[in-house]
């Protein structure tokens, strides 16, 4: 067969590989229902911070919707990794993605009922982050069953993008639907949305513990226990999560946007999804490119290179808000692509975190160390709003968000210097 030209091969390296896609019906289902559902749960994701804003007129009180997820998530997402490597990972996965759609359906009928109440929010939120420290986990261990290795990165990809796909209609749609019809309507599409991501698990094959698995047993305290143990001793491994802790806690500022649309930009809940949707342009347009991912060997180097883009993008979000105070019309498309510089840098950072940790693991470890993982990729973010919160409310929204830049940048290079293993890592060689 006579090969194609040259520029048709150089765009099937350059967007993204779609082979999962095609090879794999359950990869394909589960996939298109996740993609679905997360759009509906970023819209609710910001929609709540609306709603308690609204309620409160105070960051700090929407920093404590973080506070609320944290603690939940911490608790559960060690023994929901546990869980998840003792049973049916379909199963553990079907039955927590049940409770996050109860939870979606309790959401929307505290918003139709005017029940206006911060503390039922923060208690929904809480029991949504106990449910998601159990199926994250699971639908993550289900990954390297489902395709090769060799496709993983691929996989990954796809789901980066349509997370980030997600990330940015969602906050988008968020603020449309909150300023033109209220938080009913908004919660009430997340709820709908959900099915497609129970169609998804629903129709998946059993996924039992592999025979003769090492180390496999009934979920508890010794099995959480044996997993923290394994993750001491694999530094590659353990340097994926200190790495986006660094980035996650420092520099995370979604937190901010409420205040920093509203006061500083003098717009309302349209800009504060445009704010949100930043991040998630950046990440969309690096999964749509990410065809030459798969073809990266030093995966570790490219980690800790993308959080250092990704904390001078946020300190200089932070600059324009400290230098340009009253600015003008300039500042919101500036402060947008910042935001999409990091959003694309974080991206192509968790695809090849998220790699690390599935080739260097072993399938009856999987579960425990992507409970761990959840619990610093979800848990991360969420103490990240609570530190940059309360950060604001004494040096003002601009300040926190430069210093916190700042400190992700020096963070990750400290990290790098102190596990200089990690940035040799070698995709054809990994070493856990």
């Known amino acids: 067969m006579t090969p194609p030209p040259a520029p048709a091969r150089e765009r099937r390296r ?22 679905l559902a997360g759009i509906g749960n970023q819209l609710a ?13 105070s960051t700090f009180s929407v920093g404590l919707v973080g506070l609320a997820a944290l603690v939940p998530l911490v608790l ?20 927590a993605s049940v409770v996050l ?7 929307a009928a505290q918003a139709w009922l005017g029940l206006e109440s911060p503390g039922l929010l923060y208690a929904l939120v809480a029991v949504q982050s106990a449910a998601f420290a159990i199926n994250n986990p699971a ?7 489902l395709v090769s290795r060799e496709q993983l990165p691929a996989a990954n990809a796809l789901n980066a993008t349509t997370w980030s796909l997600a990330l940015t209609l969602g906050p988008l749609l968020g603020g449309v639907l909150v300023a033109t019809w209220g938080f009913e309507v908004a919660y009430t599409i997340d709820a709908v949305t959900f099915l497609a991501t129970l169609w998804g698990v629903w129709r998946l094959p059993p996924l039992p513990p592999e025979p003769g698995a090492e180390g496999v047993r009934r979920a508890g305290f010794r099995s959480v226990l044996e997993g923290l143990q394994y993750l001491g001793t694999q530094p590659n491994v353990r340097m994926t999560f200190l790495v986006d802790l660094c980035a996650m806690v420092f520099a995370m500022p979604r937190v901010l946007f409420p205040a920093v649309g509203a006061v500083l930009l003098g717009g309302g809940a349209e800009t504060v999804g445009v704010l949100t949707a930043g991040i998630a342009i950046g990440s969309v347009l690096a999964g749509l ?37 009253d600015g003008g019309s300039w500042r919101l498309p500036v402060l947008v692509l910042l935001l999409a510089v990091s959003g694309a ?27 761990v993982f959840i619990v610093v990729v ?10 940059l919160g309360s950060t604001a409310e004494v040096t003002g929204e601009g300040l926190a968000a430069l210093v916190g830049g700042m400190l992700c940048v020096a963070g990750v290079l400290l990290l790098a210097r102190l596990q200089p293993r990690f940035v040799r890592y070698d995709a054809l060689d990994p070493q856990p």
Do not use: K
């Open 289 to 325: 490119l990410s065809g030459p991912l798969g073809a990266v060997r030093r995966q570790g180097a490219v980690v800790v290179g993308c959080i250092v883009v990704y904390g001078a993008s946020i300190a200089g979000f932070g600059t324009v808000l400290v230098l340009a105070p």
């Open 45 to 57: 994701v910001v929609t709540i911070g609306l709603q308690v804003y609204a309620l409160t007129s």
């Open 14 to 35: 350059l967007f993204v590989d779609t082979a999962p896609l095609r090879e794999n019906p359950h990869f394909r289902r589960l996939w298109i229902g996740q993609s």
């Open 139 to 145: 639908r993550s261990a289900i990954l390297p069953r």
């Open 76 to 95: 559960l997402g060690l023994y929901g990794g546990a869980l998840v490597d003792a049973h049916d990972r379909r199963r553990v996965a079907l039955v």
């Open 345 to 371: 840098a974080d991206a192509v950072s968790s695809v090849f975190r998220g790699t690390i940790l599935q080739v260097a693991t072993p399938d009856a470890m999987r579960g425990r160390l992507q409970g």
């Open 378 to 387: 979800a848990g991360g973010p969420r103490l990240g709003d609570l530190v």
């Open 101 to 107: 759609w109860v939870v979606s359906l309790a959401t």
